[in-house]
């Protein structure tokens, strides 16, 4: 795949917007900082995707907070309705005196999340939520919300604010429908 062309080759439409990507982010972040107020927390953002999302989120939080990563890949495509996830880099810190939030790019299937949940649940956190920039609940195969639901969008191709194709395109500060031409090259 060329991975050189003018950005804009890649781009269909905007999907959603800079600007209601970061009203979101400050809902959300209004919401946790009320929610957690005097407690505990720890939010851990889930590479590679994660990142942007979690960069924007923890600067509208207006409480201490704690931050950690992981980094997880599913194995193979042909694998990854099975959801089994392949941790490739865990936390650092004990999780049982704390209040966690994973925070997600985006739950399609919502097997990984399923996964991380379950994951962290045996580190026997004060308590373990869900906050997630996108949502595809069309796509889900697991019954799993977010409790920090972000924007609701269609089952279509999406790129930026984290999102990939093959690994680039993650840099877009808009959330973009890829441009179906780039897919077969
Ligand atoms: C994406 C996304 C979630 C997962 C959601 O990660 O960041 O982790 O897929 O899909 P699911 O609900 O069907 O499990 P991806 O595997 O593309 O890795 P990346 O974040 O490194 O791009």
Do not use: W
Not at 130 to 143: E, G, H, Y
Not at 151 to 175: A, C, E, F, W
């Amino acid at each position: 795949m060329d991975k050189t062309m003018d950005i804009n080759e890649y781009l269909g439409e905007v999907l959603v917007s800079r600007e209601e990507i970061q009203k979101k982010v400050k809902e959300l972040a209004a919401q946790i900082t009320e929610d957690y107020r005097g407690k505990k927390l720890i939010l851990i953002g889930v590479l590679k995707g994660g990142f942007v999302f979690m960069a924007d989120l923890v600067r509208e939080i207006k409480i201490p907070v704690e931050m950690d990563f992981i980094a997880v890949s599913s194995y193979g495509s042909s694998t990854k309705t099975c959801g089994v996830v392949r941790l490739l880099k865990d936390i650092d810190v004990p999780l049982n005196d704390k209040h966690v939030i994973i925070v997600e790019d985006i739950i399609d299937t919502g097997l990984t999340l399923t996964y991380l949940k379950e994951m962290f649940s045996s580190r026997n956190p004060l308590s373990l939520k869900i906050c997630s920039a996108f949502d595809k609940p069309s796509r889900r195969l697991v019954d799993l919300k977010a409790e920090y639901q972000g924007i609701v969008i269609p089952d279509k191709y999406v790129v930026g604010y984290g999102l990939d194709y093959d690994g680039i395109l993650r840099n877009l500060h808009d959330l973009y429908i890829l441009n179906e031409k780039v897919i077969d090259k």
